[in-house]
């Protein structure tokens, strides 16, 4: 059962535009929700995390938005570059010590 | 300081024969967890290690296994190899009560199973 859904599963935009990246979840005892961001040939680094006590957080030009009563979230890229393209996973934990959920990947492609 | 160490980077095997790979966390780190990369499942959680004990473990048959050594240094088995185990292998290490907040992955270890 696959616990979050990623879409989509590639996206393309041009430099400057805003990437935007959804995911939802099943399991509401979920309670931290990380972005990771993965070049080729390197393991997930972690880009930006949230809880569901906020809706919102930025971290320069990436934020996390959470929709708690429709259990979802995404992640807005601003103002997009080259340098980011990679591919986004979303996962959920539901504790600490708990593993975490991975959503199945984006592979973003900011064109010139 | 240097960061998760995972080795070998790639590897060849024949099915049926096994596999041992290496994961050397961040100094101080005492908790190593393992996933399984490929890229019609995504990422898999295997196991993890705390104080050379397994403390997690995912849905994986018994064929795949993990220990960890006193210096925090975790090693993962995978027996009777299949053509469907071929996949990135990470490993990600945390501190102590830092899991998975402070995770840190390595770059990973290429299986490929002819």
């Known amino acids: 059962q696959q616990q979050v859904k990623q879409s989509p599963q590639s996206l393309i935009v041009q430099k400057g535009g805003i990437s935007i990246i959804n995911c939802a979840y099943e399991n509401t005892a979920f309670d931290y929700f990380p972005w990771y961001q993965q070049f080729p040939g390197k393991g997930p680094a972690l880009l930006i995390a949230i809880r569901p006590d906020v809706s919102e957080k930025k971290e320069g030009r990436f934020t996390i938005s959470f929709n708690k009563s429709a259990k979802q979230f995404s992640l807005h890229i601003m103002d997009s570059q080259p340098g980011d393209s990679a591919t986004y996973f979303c996962a959920a934990a539901k504790s600490s010590g708990d593993k975490l959920t991975f959503g199945t990947g984006t592979r973003l492609a900011v064109r010139p | 300081k240097a960061g998760v160490t995972q080795t070998p980077r790639y590897l060849i095997k024949t099915r049926g024969q096994q596999v041992t790979l290496s994961c050397s966390p961040i100094s101080g780190h005492r908790s190593v967890s393992w996933y399984q990369q490929t890229p019609g499942q995504g990422l898999q959680f295997l196991f993890e290690y705390f104080s050379e004990t397994q403390r997690n473990k995912g849905n994986f048959p018994g064929r795949f296994s993990g220990r960890q050594f006193s210096n925090s240094r975790s090693e993962m088995n995978v027996s009777t190899l299949e053509l469907g185990d071929s996949a990135l292998y990470l490993c990600?290490?945390?501190?102590?009560?830092?899991?998975?907040?402070?995770?840190?992955f390595g770059s990973g270890t290429r299986l490929t199973v002819v």
């Open positions: 990600a290490s945390s501190l102590a009560g830092q899991v998975p907040y402070g995770y840190t």
